[in-house]
């Protein structure tokens, strides 16, 4: 994500955070909890909310930064509208999901991590979606795309705006 | 719901319950583990509701969303129970014919039947599919059975009376000998033997003990933890309390990925209904044993599944493993003795109390006992969840449950144990799977991943597909792995780009050694094996990518190039309209040819030229043909002439 955009509009009203944050009033040990609720209610984590959970719970901000830093499910800048996650667990990986993984880095000009400069898609990998089954698997915002090829993972991604 | 407070007063409600079910009234149960669900069960269960009110049959037919019945490949899965007739790959516009076809009419509707690739024969019963007949489903058997949100399904099926057995009828001690005695060992990866987890943390010193299950599956390719807890919640949850009784532990967690939504959810509520009934809280069954349970989401992180690190994170902090000179069962969760256990290694206890650990001990081999599950993943036709006797052989798991290799390819190897086990060759295939032999043949039981591969997977590119994950995944806190691992990423990585040197093999079998001596915990110690085992059992690959530059099974982009074999291609524009660098030439009636130059190997013309022509190629190792010259493209079509 390139610095410069308007992102202070995606975070949701601050009512919403301070709540997550009074459920564990002064507990420490909820830190990630906390940090998982804001992340899924605001979908990344701004700066000042994690100011108000290191003052409420009482936790030095370095460590809720190490926490932040440390595990996939958080992110410091905000997110695109549409998420896609690309399954490289082994089962997708030997059924070809590297390919499906260069046709989508190709298609939208981002690496796994990055979100797109229009805020449009977020694209993720993921070590394993539990349904090898349909392997090579590619998730757009929930929706499952089973046994995709590069060529229809182009397609299912033109469709959205 | 009235709290259940003895052993008489939950056989009385389960009475109750039974009596008001009909063992004879129809009952539909759909497969709404996370695989069905992403093939369309959702919508399946829509259409089967909607069609049941529209038939008149609301109130005469049970419905049931149950967890996954582990046959993946074929989902969604519908059972139509008392006949257990099993349908598969079910779509709503399938729906309307079930009911008033099986349902009203009692009557089988052949086609959504499975076939008998051998045989061709159709199959009825769910029973009698070779996927499920050389199965032993004993932990997983109930998960096609029950709707994970209920109580009173897993009651019906004698639900929670391990736990009353345990309570009322023995001692914490008899609970932890029976569990010594069956030698049951952990199933989440090291194969430490249950009870004697047990006992330590029993014996150790403190008032406050602590039980936890170990959810946070990370291994790529095995999801048998999470359909557990999706589809049996309660199964868990009964195993936990009743190791926390032999243990003396009032306080548990249930560590759960986050990754895991369905799971997350399910726990909560089956939480929620054993505190209603009263097999959590105080008093539980009028025991005076006391026992709460919180759930923990794990945010991301392969590490945080070794016990230590999720101990570590239980206490709200970054989730690295420390060093165990003391075992985590003496100094676990905030220095308190910790108990932790795999899902499906809590949820065999309940078997054990009911039936015996002599029971228990009869199943399996001489150093591992009972069942485990496997999931059996990759270039295998039967994808799915199978749970087996352990000493089952490879190659019965594979063909006889698996049915084997898709699209007449060759078998090439098995990698089980996830990214810390280790690939196995087609002449072990006759091995008997246990903890024991799995380590002898250099990998691991795992958690029970086993990804099958064929002739298409090259053995240099999975060991640095491993590196490349664990890389990742290190914590980068100890430098024996956290260096270690990348240096020999990056010896793979340089193999696979065809830029191997003579002597990279035995450098990597150094570093392999130095990185499993010297790392804190078991990510690093174990990160070598994918790439021992593939040296060890596929060395030739190795050298044929450092030496002739060739990748035997035509994976590393670096090392192939794709050509048109002339005298097949049939000009018919498919691959040069797809082709997304523009990099093939050549038009109606004329042979196309691939620019090399242009050329990204993306792979698609190979993906998109019909199979009747198959006149893309893979080439590795000898230089691509010359183009052929442009007078000589043209493509005389005298047939269609005549």
Known sequence: ?161 | MPRINSPAELEELRKGILSNRDPNKPCITLCSGTACHASGSKEVAASIEEEIKKQGLSGKVDFRKTGCHGFCERGPIVVIHPEKICYLQIKPEDVPEIISQTIKGKKVVERLLYTDPSTNEKIVHEFEIPFYKNQERLVFGSNGEIDPTSINDYLALGGYSALAKALSEMTPEQVLEEVKKSNLRGRGGGGFPAGRKWEECRNAPGEIKYVIVNADEGDPGAYMDRSLLEGNPHSVLEGLIIGAYAIGSHEGYIYVRQEYPFAVENVGIAIQQAKEHGFLGENILGSGFDFTVKVHRGAGAFVSGESSALMTAIEGRVGEPRPKYIHTAIKGVWDRPSCLNNVETWATVPLIINKGADWFAQLGTEGSKGTKIFSLVGKVNNTGLVEVPMGITLRDIIYKVGGGIPGDKKFKAVQTGGPSGGCIPEEKLDMKVDFDELAKAGSMMGSGGMIVMDEDTCMVDLARYFLDFLSDESCGKCVPCREGIRQMLKILTNITKGKGKEGDIELLEELSEVTRDASLCALGRTAANPVLSTIRYFRDEYEAHIKERRCPAYVCKELISYYIDPEKCKACMICLRQCPAGAISGGKNQIHVINQDKCTKCGTCFEVCPPRFGAVKKISGEPVPPPIPEEARMIARESKEK
């Open chain 1, 1 to 161: 994500m390139k610095e410069g955009k308007e992102v202070k509009a995606a975070a949701t009203p601050n009512g919403k955070i301070d709540q997550i944050i009074d459920k564990y009033q002064g507990d420490s040990s909820a830190l990630i909890q906390v940090l998982l609720e804001i992340q899924s209610e605001n979908h990344w984590l701004p700066k000042e909310a994690l100011e108000k959970v290191s003052e409420k719970l009482e936790v030095p901000l370095n460590q809720i930064q190490h926490v932040a830093t440390f595990y996939k499910a958080f992110s410091l800048v905000p997110r695109g509208r549409h998420e896609i996650q690309v399954c490289m667990g082994t089962a997708c990986h030997i059924r070809g999901a590297p390919r499906v993984l260069d046709a989508v880095q190709d298609l939208l000009g981002i690496h796994p991590g990055e979100t797109d400069l229009d805020l449009k898609f977020s694209l993720n990998t993921v070590n394993c979606l539990g349904c090898c089954a349909l392997g090579p698997v590619m998730v757009v915002d929930g929706k499952y795309h089973g046994k995709i090829t590069p060529t229809e993972a182009e397609k299912v991604l033109k469709d959205y705006d």
